[in-house]
């Protein structure tokens, strides 16, 4: 069984593990999972509960991942592209050139 403080407000569906104690004046958002103790005066929500500002970021962040990944690989092959020309001695030394709008120089 759990515990709960006084004046906590859990929304629909919302799970709390055994042995876990709800500090007062919590909320819990619906569909929520609860796995570990909850500070007091919060508002949690997700799977597992987080602070609500926590979960809110994460949520935002998940939006752009697929965007995020395409990025990575496009940077990843400009690497890979770059350290091929490195073993080949195609660039000169102090000079690094980058396909696309982006150069720097080595300082």
């Known amino acids: ?3 709960t403080g006084d004046y906590v407000v859990m929304a629909g569906q919302v799970g709390i593990r055994d042995h876990v104690h709800v500090g007062d004046r919590v909320n819990i958002g619906a569909k929520s999972g609860v796995g570990a103790d909850l500070a007091a005066g919060e508002t949690y929500l997700g799977v597992p ?3 609500s500002r926590t979960q809110m970021q994460i949520m935002f962040t998940q939006q752009k991942l697929p965007a ?3 990025e990575l690989k496009q940077l990843l092959r400009i690497v890979e592209q770059m350290q091929l020309r490195n073993e080949d001695g195609g660039s000169q030394q102090g000079e690094t050139s980058v396909p696309g709008s982006v150069q720097s120089e080595a300082a």
């Open 49 to 51: 509960a987080l602070p």
């Open 1 to 3: 069984s759990c515990t």
């Open 68 to 70: 995020m990944r395409k």
